[in-house]
């Protein structure tokens, strides 16, 4: 078996998500793109139409009430890293990913809390004056993972 698939892993979800749509939409790109686990924050999703491929009967689904319960039962030495248009954040194109990390995005309306910011270990941004759909922005750190870029 492959070391570094030993390594590392990732998972990705989303604070108070607004369209079960955008959800759906992740969930299947997670799947595809080789996510460890899923889960949401705040508003409650289970199955989406938009999932054509069950991911969330294929990958672990977790849910958290609070960004609290969320942080609190973060894998042990995997780092939180924030998706987020903020002036802290670097540029996907320069970053090194985690090799265990896991990737938070925020609302589609409202982003990611101060408290989650906050706590944040990075905060990643596109070069772009203006955010990006969640689904489409998850999928494309997600991507980005998958070239063959230096981890820390």
Known sequence: MNDNFINEYFGIGIQNGKTPENLGVLWR?????????IFTIG??????????HDAVKSIPYFHYDTFEAFFENL?????????????KAVDLETFEHPRRCVY??????????????DKCHFL????????????????????????????S
Do not use: C, W
């Open 104 to 117: 938070l995005l925020g609302a589609e309306d409202h982003g990611l809390s101060q408290k989650a910011m």
């Open 75 to 87: 894998p042990k030495g995997a780092r939180l890293v924030g998706v987020e248009l903020d002036k």
């Open 43 to 52: 508003n409650r999703y289970a199955k989406q139409a938009s999932d054509t």
């Open 29 to 37: 790109s997670a799947q595809n793109l080789g996510a460890t686990f």
């Open 124 to 151: 990643v941004k596109f070069k772009s004056e203006k955010s990006l759909n969640v689904a489409v922005a998850g999928t494309i750190v997600m991507y980005d993972r998958n070239l063959s870029k230096p981890r």
